[in-house]
């Protein structure tokens, strides 16, 4: 998967990387390589190069300020790896403000031998969140179908695309992953059984069960904060209605009564009210009401296409796919102001996603008529795009 940066912010914070110093029998890349790589895709960072090829300190003792400053930088993160008596290694590093000449982080990671590259993304997690005063979101995960060769392939990658597997493959559609909100299992919809069923699988091994296969179609299953039950969009009763059941399975429980068609169900962070969406006002629009049922409430007003929401970590936000003018894209609402925002430029956007900073927004689109992955920061600024063989769709960043 190659990661194009097609936007980004306005002004870039100038920060340089030196090569970590490595022992001989350390495996993998580089942990500064990686480091580099997370931050300057971010569209917030730009790497600035060594002054002069033997200005690369490794040792705080060793850091000439001088070379860095003419060099431009802002920001200077060195490090060391060191390997432990039982093998692991110790990762080492130092972030320092270049032009106050003073140290800003100084901290370590263990990890085993082959935890180079995901102690890289945590380092820029920490550096991102220490120069910005947010937190970065490098070292999370993303489940995404891929139809490749007439199959269907459920992958889960590293947030760089990095450590892609496939956990579920089928001839059939695969649609609408859904993490867990401990990250360990991954709910998702097969037609295998030439119908829509909805299925839980462990990533720790690979089993899975079948959480709702009723009469008629099982669909849009959605984790609730605490983990004990999703929400499913069930046909078996009448048109598709929302339905909460048991993450270990059993009999689900109807939440809501109505002659309208509502599915996509999400769960707010506090467990309190299912967002979702809905065509009992003529057209599709979201609505909220009480986990416990009851009377729905209408969010989006704008347009009159507005389906797929997403809700934000903090649940400040509600991200989901507008219609305006034929075309598709992602927009986000603040739910206190009501005040809404399109982010996208692209024509065929679904499935937004949020990162677990809450600061992007994953998503997926057409270019030149394939699918590709895309990410867009909730101010607009910054965009990415992830392409690969094949047609990427219905991306989920992991909490």
Known sequence: MTIEIVGGAAKRLPVAIVPFAMPAAALGENPATVVAADLGRSGYFQIVEAAQADARPTRPQDIRMGDWRRAGADA?????????????????????????????????????????????????????????????????????????????ELQVADADSHNAHTIARSPEPIISPAWSPDGTRIAYVSFEQKKPVVYVQRLADGSRRVLANFRGSNSAPAWSPDGRQLAVVLSRDATSQIYLIDAEGGEPRRIASSLALDTEPVFSPDGQW???TSDRGGSPQIYRMPVTGGQAQRITYEGGYNVSPALSPDGRLLAFIHRRDGQFHVAVMDLATRQMRVLTDTAFDESPSFAPNGRSILYATLVNGRGVLATVSVDGRVKQRLTQTGDLREPAWAP
């Open 274 to 276: 299912l967002y979702f």
């Open 76 to 152: 200077l993160l060195i490090g060391q790896v060191a390997t432990l008596p039982d093998n692991r290694l110790e990762v080492r590093f130092w972030l320092y403000d270049v032009v106050r000449a003073s140290e800003l982080l100084a901290s370590s990671l263990t990890v085993p031998a082959s935890g180079l590259r995901a102690a890289a993304h945590q380092i820029a997690d920490m550096v991102h969140e220490k120069l910005l005063g947010e937190p970065g979101s490098y070292s999370g995960r993303i489940a995404y179908v891929l139809k490749r060769d007439g199959w269907y």
